[in-house]
């Protein structure tokens, strides 16, 4: 039976789902991601004739097209269906060059949600594939490749191999030093505060010093305190002022993409680039059982709060029949989007109110659900009323003994009707339901005396700025206009693949490297690692897309000045590697001064008298930045060849022992997990990294021994075939195994199903 046409999309996962849609008279094929791209090994770019790209396919992608092409053949229409942003339209801007034949027509149609009725729909409504949005793609992945191939080389010869700069990535680094810096440099301020314990009818209630005569308070050390409380003793206070009123919190907005990677960040602790995975994963499509395949949330990289009106109608109702009509607005509440949002796709929203989180729990893994319920919530508040709080605000003053007006202040706030927040709070509004914040005041009026039984001075410090984490970093680059919420997951993932910032207790530390580097590029190329540069970019591929500019003309006004730039920067970018800084710290074996030098690993300690003296020392620096000599890290292993002790030293692939005497003995081992080889039965195992980064275990005999998996030993027989060692393997579905690690064998038993799983019942509802 003849098909009526291809249908192309991204992921194999989605095309599965929408092949169930649309039924045995389409073909529905992935084309796995981008199929076409500008080469690895040269610029593939090139400036004098118009920035032509040399778009190739890719390798791996050479077997797709092929059956792209195959599947093409036997219909005439082609839905590109590929996602409904920049990226996607390349994609379908690709595979139309690829697959274009005689006869055959393209039709663009964009999917904002994975579920049956919007397919259906999407699919009655083709339109023509968009030259301005494809344009404004390949602008960007020009500016890209012109800033990462003509900078990265640079870095390489001045500092070491492998490091790279990006357009964007660059910027959003220097934000992470800057930030360090700030800190370092950060001075910390004295300041005191008082609260005193006020009575009437022998009921206490606590005010803060909010004004002396009318202005703030400034009290910046013990003296001046104790001389503001010698002031105030005995003195008659009196009610100034009572204040009762009303006040209300609106809804916030849906999820656009940049506030729910937030949002995830600070409520469920995932990462960027995790939140962003998951939100894929239930827009393409889950299984539901008997209710079938269906996308759960619509597309998940938008920048605007727009919703469709149906979708609003359908919350409405839902509201009125869950929570009753007094959390439902007269009129659907509206929101407005950024000036610069591309308003083409609505906000992240449930694909449909049928599947509940009590319906798609089950189905999810608990990731997926914590993250889906976090959406579910959010789309529901943004339509509901307003919270409203009972606030009251008491001031109590009196004259002091230099006749000065002291004036304290009551607050407290109690939540009269939850509105919005029944379902969802932000981080300051759940602090402020948590605590107890209504105020507790005695029968008092305007002009009552009261008794002051009790002042409670408090010393305190100003803070410096704090470093930042996924949420108030994507914040950041978001206020500057800086990338594009699809960007974001992809930035921070790149400064922490590339090693140029590190993350501790969710908080971005800039590595030694990462400093390096930006101040080599702010000191070269300052418009590159600029804001305000970067952001102006931004909106020029914005106007790219809109139509508004040409985007040849958007490249050659970026190329001119910064190929002389980058031209200066070859002859004045300082070189790291052959710097030598001098310090005040004497070899401690030849007395020679030891100078800081900069090698694979980052910076470290070498004597001037190389190469008659080669000894060497690590150290890190205090906060004063004083050099401290890190003391080597002696183990009781004896070195094979010349029986000295051995050292832990770090290198690129992790810690691993030296001898102490290198360079004179350059023995180095891994350093084991103290379980015998169960090969050779002369090594250990131990625990090495691959190229690529990934963890396995070995024989440290080797290349003698080439015994290696990938999992986990454990000292522990095979009980079926009695192999000396056992792996342990953990995967979200089974949890905690056991293996033998003997193909032939195929001992496998779970040891505990619910390792690593939480029970996650109460984040069912708000």
């Known amino acids: 039976m003849p098909k009526k046409a291809l249908v192309i999309v991204e992921s194999p996962s989605k095309a599965k789902t929408i092949q169930k849609y649309l039924g045995r008279d389409y073909i529905v094929k992935a084309s796995v991601g981008h199929i076409k791209d500008l080469p690895k090994s040269k610029l593939g770019v090139d400036p ?114 492998g490091l790279s700069a990006g357009r964007v990535q660059s910027v959003a680094l220097r934000l992470i030093v800057d930030r360090e810096s700030e800190i370092k440099v950060f001075k910390p301020e004295e300041y005191w505060q008082l609260t005193g314990l006020f ?217 009269k009707f939850a509105g919005f927040t029944a379902v969802y709070l932000e981080g300051s509004e759940e602090n402020e339901k948590d605590s107890d914040n209504a105020l507790k005041l005695p029968p008092i009026q305007e002009g009552d005396s009261v008794n002051n039984t009790q002042l409670n001075p408090s010393q305190h410090f100003t803070q410096p700025p704090p470093r930042y984490t996924d949420a108030s970093l994507i914040r950041d680059l978001e206020e500057k206009g800086i990338g594009r919420p699809s960007t974001y ?51 020029q591929l914005d106007d790219i897309e809109e139509g508004n500019a040409d985007w040849k003309k958007v490249l050659a006004k970026f190329w001119k000045p910064f190929e002389k730039t980058l031209n200066i920067a070859k002859k004045q970018m300082k070189d790291i590697k052959r710097l030598e800084v001098p310090t005040d710290i004497n070899c401690e074996k030849c007395g020679h001064t030891m100078v800081i030098k900069w090698g694979k690993l980052g910076s470290f300690l070498a004597c001037s008298n190389y190469p008659e003296c080669k000894n060497t020392q690590d150290f890190k620096k205090d906060d004063q930045g004083t050099i401290v000599i890190v003391p080597k890290e002696f183990t009781d292993k004896k070195c094979e060849k010349c029986s000295k002790q051995m050292v832990i030293k770090a290198g690129k692939f992790g810690k691993f022992l030296a001898c102490s005497d290198y360079p004179n003995c350059k023995y180095t081992t891994a350093i084991t997990l103290g379980i015998p080889c169960p090969v050779c039965q002369e090594g250990e195992i131990a625990q090495k990294r691959s190229r690529y980064g990934r963890f396995f275990y070995s024989c440290n005999k080797w290349p003698k021994c080439n015994f290696a998996i990938w999992d986990k030993p454990i000292q522990q027989p095979c009980p079926q075939c009695k192999f000396a060692i056992l792996t342990e393997k953990i995967t979200k579905k089974a949890g905690l195994m056991h293996k033998c690690c003997q193909k032939e064998c195929g001992y496998l038993e779970v040891i505990d199903p619910n390792y690593g799983k939480e029970p996650i019942a109460e984040e069912q509802s708000a």
Do not use: C
């Open 48 to 161: 004098k004739k118009g920035f032509a790209p040399d778009y190739q396919v890719i390798p791996t992608k050479v077997k797709v097209i092929e059956e792209l092409k195959k599947a093409a053949k036997l219909v005439p229409d082609l839905y590109l269906a590929t996602d409904p942003d920049r990226e996607g339209e390349a994609i379908a801007w690709h595979i139309q060059e690829e697959l274009k034949a005689r006869g055959k027509k393209f039709h663009r149609v964009l999917f904002n949600s994975i579920t049956k009725p919007s397919v259906l729909e999407a699919m009655k409504a083709p339109q023509a594939l968009n030259s301005d949005k494809f344009h404004a793609q390949q602008a960007r992945r020009i500016l890209d490749r012109l800033v990462g191939y003509k900078i990265s080389p640079l870095l390489w010869d001045k500092v070491k191999r």
């Open 199 to 415: 009575e009437k009818d022998g009921i206490d209630f606590e005010a803060r010093l909010f004004k002396i005569d009318g202005k703030d308070p400034s009290i910046s050390d013990k003296k001046s305190m104790d001389e503001l409380l010698g002031n105030i003793q005995g003195s008659k206070w009196k009610i100034e002022s009572i204040e009762q009123k009303e006040r209300t919190r609106k809804a916030t907005p849906p999820f656009i993409t940049s506030r729910l990677q937030q949002d995830a960040s600070r409520r469920l602790g995932y990462s960027a680039k995790k939140t962003m995975t998951l939100a894929q994963h239930l827009y393409e499509g889950v299984d539901l059982g008997d209710l079938g395949t269906h996308g759960l949330i619509t597309y998940m990289r938008t920048d605007s709060v727009r919703i469709d009106p149906t979708a609003i109608q359908t919350a409405r109702e839902y509201i009125e029949k869950q929570y009753g009509k007094e959390y439902l607005p007269a009129e659907p509440n509206v929101y407005k989007s950024k000036k610069s949002a591309q308003d083409a796709h609505e906000a992240i929203r449930p694909s449909s109110l049928e599947f509940t989180p009590e319906i798609v729990q089950p189905h999810l893994e608990k990731d997926e659900f914590r993250l889906y319920l976090l959406i579910w919530n959010r789309f529901l508040a943004s339509q509901m009323t307003p919270a409203v709080y009972d606030q009251t605000a008491v001031d109590i003053v009196a004259l002091d003994r230099s006749k000065r007006t002291q004036q304290f202040r009551a607050t407290g706030s109690v939540l």
């Open 489 to 539: 997951a992809s930035i921070l993932s790149n400064i922490q693949d590339r090693e140029y910032v590190e993350k501790r207790e969710n908080r971005y530390y800039p590595s030694e490297l990462g400093t390096v580097v930006t101040e080599l590029l702010v000191a070269s190329f300052p418009d590159i690692l600029n804001s305000e540069f970067t952001a102006s970019m931004e909106n």
